[in-house]
């Protein structure tokens, strides 16, 4: 199970096209409403989670949690004890953790990128705490993968399907949507 953590304001792009992806690479994925079962994105957009928060499983069955940017989704996901619960879960048995734009900041706070190679959106560097900021838009370090904004929101969803399905097989997927950089 991949759970995308949804937060009032957080960016629509940066959570549904990862959902539509890894969807598409055949995972089970659910979106999980940190602040009830309809939440409000950041440019005003309703989504209705799959589930919420306080019906999460943290147990064998987690593959992988994404943490969509946006503001002020980012902070409402920070201040979430549930999210950062599932965070430290996953850190501790690096089970692969997904954040972009603003949200690697929460990894940053956390501890979580020290010595890492991490990127976020712009302005935000100084909250990767002991993290080498990349030049490159999406990046993974180990179990850790960070993407910088919505512009780059297929790309992350992309490089997360590929933890699951491989280089060839994301490579297909992005050729399959006409992503043009496969």
Same mark, same amino acid.
């Given at each position: 199970?991949?759970?995308?953590?949804?937060?009032?304001?957080?960016?629509?792009?940066?959570?549904?096209?990862?959902?539509?992806?890894?969807?598409?690479?055949?995972?089970?994925?659910?979106?999980?409403?940190?602040?009830?079962?309809?939440?409000?994105?950041?440019?005003?957009?309703?989504?209705?989670?799959?589930?919420?928060?306080?019906?999460?499983?943290? $147990?064998?069955?987690?593959?992988?949690?994404?943490?969509?940017?946006?503001?002020?989704?980012?902070?409402?996901? !920070? #201040?979430? =004890? +549930?999210?950062?619960i599932a965070v430290d879960f996953?850190?501790?048995?690096?089970?692969?953790?997904?954040?972009?734009?603003?949200?690697?900041?929460?990894?940053?706070?956390?501890?979580?990128?020290?010595?890492?190679?991490?990127?976020?959106?712009?302005?935000?560097?100084?909250?990767?705490?002991?993290?080498?900021?990349?030049?490159?838009?999406?990046?993974?370090?180990?179990?850790?993968?960070?993407?910088? $904004?919505?512009?780059?929101a297929v790309a992350f969803g992309?490089?997360?399907?590929?933890?699951?399905?491989?280089? !060839? #097989?994301? =490579? +297909?997927?992005?050729?399959?949507?006409?992503?043009?950089?496969?």
């Amino acid at each position: 199970m991949i759970y995308v953590f949804l937060a009032n304001g957080f960016e629509e792009v940066e959570a549904l096209a990862p959902v539509d992806l890894l969807r598409r690479a055949g995972k089970e994925v659910q979106t999980v409403g940190v602040n009830g079962d309809v939440i409000k994105g950041s440019h005003g957009i309703n989504v209705q989670a799959d589930i919420t928060i306080d019906k999460i499983s943290l $147990g064998s069955e987690l593959e992988m949690i994404v943490l969509p940017g946006g503001m002020p989704g980012t902070l409402n996901l !920070e #201040k979430s =004890e +549930a999210v950062r619960i599932a965070v430290d879960f996953c850190n501790e048995r690096e089970i692969p953790i997904g954040a972009i734009c603003a949200a690697p900041s929460i990894l940053g706070h956390m501890g979580l990128l020290q010595g890492r190679e991490a990127i976020c959106y712009m302005g935000f560097e100084k909250e990767l705490t002991g993290a080498t900021i990349s030049k490159h838009s999406v990046v993974k370090d180990g179990h850790i993968v960070t993407a910088q $904004g919505a512009g780059v929101a297929v790309a992350f969803g992309l490089k997360l399907a590929e933890i699951f399905v491989g280089k !060839e #097989k994301a =490579e +297909a997927l992005s050729a399959g949507i006409c992503y043009p950089e496969h």
